[in-house]
């Protein structure tokens, strides 16, 4: 479960714009936004603290408890971020304060585990779907969910419907979803070269006595050259 608070210091971003923006980050600052209960602030984060949230067992699921310049604590989850498309460095985040006696929507990543019988037999694995949308309290999203994938046989097919999610989880996406398949490997066959009964061979191809067709032999090459 991600069941992890992380306490998160941030301040207040008086001065907004593109400029602004690129002058934080190149002093290691994130700019964001905290999505209120009441209206949004726009504050600025240090990008080593925002890591360090991140990071935990909660992972992007985690509670942040976001104070907001050593004043009121507020208890947030990741909305949103956004990354450098070259760098792969966050440039921006949105925060959303939650309650966390009311539960919220989030998407966790699904892992597989267990070595499908099919797959002993020769089989392929195959993983459908990564992420899943599930509803839960704030502090009761899961850091991931399993799906045991070891009973499965060539041509099984593994659907949401038969996942087992922890109590107070609830699954969103639709019960028929496909989660992983295992199915028989695909086979190469190779071209065929033979040619075809009447078909002539290309222009420059070798007959059955080895030499090259459209070409004169050697001995009839130098009889020719002596009787001009």
């Known amino acids: 479960m ?31 936004v905290l ?19 991140l990071t935990t067992k909660g992972g992007l699921n985690a509670v942040l408890d976001v104070v907001v310049e050593n004043g009121k604590t507020h208890s947030s989850v990741l909305k949103e971020f956004q990354r450098d498309a070259v760098r792969g460095h966050i440039t921006h985040v949105d925060l959303q304060e939650v309650r966390l006696d009311q539960p919220i929507n989030a ?17 392929v694995l195959s ?26 046989h060539i041509g099984d097919t593994l659907r949401l419907s038969a996942l087992q999610v922890p109590a107070g989880v609830t699954l969103l996406d639709d019960g028929e979803t496909v989660l992983a398949t295992v199915t028989q490997p695909t086979r190469v066959e190779e071209p065929e070269t033979a040619l075809a009964e009447g078909e002539e061979p290309a222009e420059g191809a070798e007959g059955e006595d080895g030499e090259a067709q459209g070409e004169p032999a050697a001995d009839e090459a130098e009889g020719t050259s002596e009787g001009e």
């Open 107 to 123: 998407t966790v990543p699904l892992t597989l585990h267990g070595e499908p019988t099919g797959v002993k037999e020769g089989g």
């Open 2 to 32: 991600a069941g992890e608070r992380f306490k998160l210091a941030v301040q207040n971003r008086t001065q907004l714009g593109s400029a602004e923006s690129r002058r934080l980050r190149k002093q290691g600052v994130i700019p964001g």
């Open 35 to 53: 999505y209120g209960r009441e209206e949004p602030v726009s504050i600025s984060i240090a990008e080593r603290d925002l890591r360090a949230a």
């Open 127 to 152: 993983q459908v779907t990564n992420e899943l949308n599930v509803e839960a309290l704030p502090m009761e999203v899961p850091e991931h969910l399993e799906a045991d994938v070891s009973e499965m």
